[in-house]
């Protein structure tokens, strides 16, 4: 390839630099990505077959990091179809995290910051993962340092829970987990917290109320 070709490949891709840095913002851009929860045997002992999910664990056990959060601390929620059961279930998933007093999550009927469902994995017969959070947030936007979330979608696996024998306590601390990351909390690398990436018995402890607070300052 001769200098004089280089030289128009360079132009054009400098043209089209433009062309993309003139488009007129358009909505804000979001980038979407997933958190999931492992199972664990009832003896609390992770199954051979169980990795650790693609959630942050960092730093100390006594605070719970985060990578995002919403812009206000009243957050609005929707329990989206499911039974009866499971609408109890993430009922008492919100208080536990209303109870910390640092945010509100307030029920609406129309567009909601945060949907929550009960829905069978389809990650196949062997798949640990109990429970998964799917977030978006602006790509453009940061509040102390954390990422502006657009969105988020929290399920319970049912089927999972089920072949795991889990009990309703036991479905509702995963929804409490899963509505963490909801709330922009990470994974903490303590076993007492809600958000140890596998979740079977832990409830919100005194971490996760220090890294929501840490967050919504
Ligand atoms: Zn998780």
Known sequence: MNNRFMGSLVAVAAVATGLLLATPHADAKVVT???????????????????????????????????????SATITYKIAGGSSYYHSVWQSAVKSWNRSGVIHLVATSGKADITLADKNSTLGKNSTTVGITYSSYYHDKTMNDLKVMANAKAYVFKNVANRYHYSKAERTNVAVHELGHALGLEHNVGKNSVMYYATRNQMVSKSDVNGLKASYR
């Open 33 to 71: 990505d997933a958190d999931a929860t492992s199972a664990v045997t009832q003896t609390s002992v992770l199954q051979g077959t169980a990795k650790t999910d693609g959630g942050i664990a960092t730093g100390s056990a006594s605070l719970t990091p985060a990578a995002k959060r919403w812009q």
